[in-house]
């Protein structure tokens, strides 16, 4: 449900980071040009761990996200993608599952998110990573992960090469 800025309604999660991190998280969840927010994925109910509910996902989206806007990741790092951190996570069997939430009907975004286990801490608290997707032709809007190094999409990334 895009809610209008007045309704929007902030998980405990991202209350409890500082202010800059939190404007940033509110901004992830803006879209048109700051109209309507998106809920925080972190208070949602109903997923569906389901991944014939995906969009179509492929490889160029992923590859837009990471390599074309400004981060971390080069083209080079990502052909040689075995040697990445979420690579390992993914083999060594961190990441646990993938959930689907449509949102609603009138959306234009749909999440998925997912479970991983931090590789130092077996038994500390899972990682929880999401990305928003555009439904009609599943670009990546944004993501968000509350581990410290936001692998978020590149553990995704790995997701979606098991499942194609």
Request: hydrophobic share 35%; charged share 20%.
């Amino acid at each position: 449900m895009a809610e209008s800025s007045n309704d929007f309604e902030l998980s405990s999660y991202a209350n409890n980071l500082d202010a800059t991190a939190k404007c940033r998280y509110i901004e992830k969840l803006t879209y048109n040009k700051g109209l309507l927010k998106l809920p925080d994925p972190y208070n949602l109910k109903g997923w569906q761990n389901n991944p014939s509910f995906w969009p179509d996902l492929n490889f160029g989206d992923i590859y837009s996200y990471l390599i074309e806007r400004p981060g971390i990741y080069t083209k080079e790092s990502l052909k040689a993608y075995n040697s990445l951190e979420a690579y390992q996570f993914f083999v060594s069997g961190h990441v646990k599952a993938i959930w689907f939430h449509n949102i609603d009907e009138s959306s234009p975004f749909c999440f998925l998110k997912g479970k991983v286990i931090p590789s130092q801490r077996i038994n500390a608290k899972p990682h929880d990573p999401w990305i928003c997707l555009n439904k009609k032709d599943a670009s990546v809007y944004c993501g968000h992960c509350t581990c410290m190094a936001g692998l978020v999409l590149e553990i995704i990334y790995f997701i979606y090469i098991q499942f194609s």
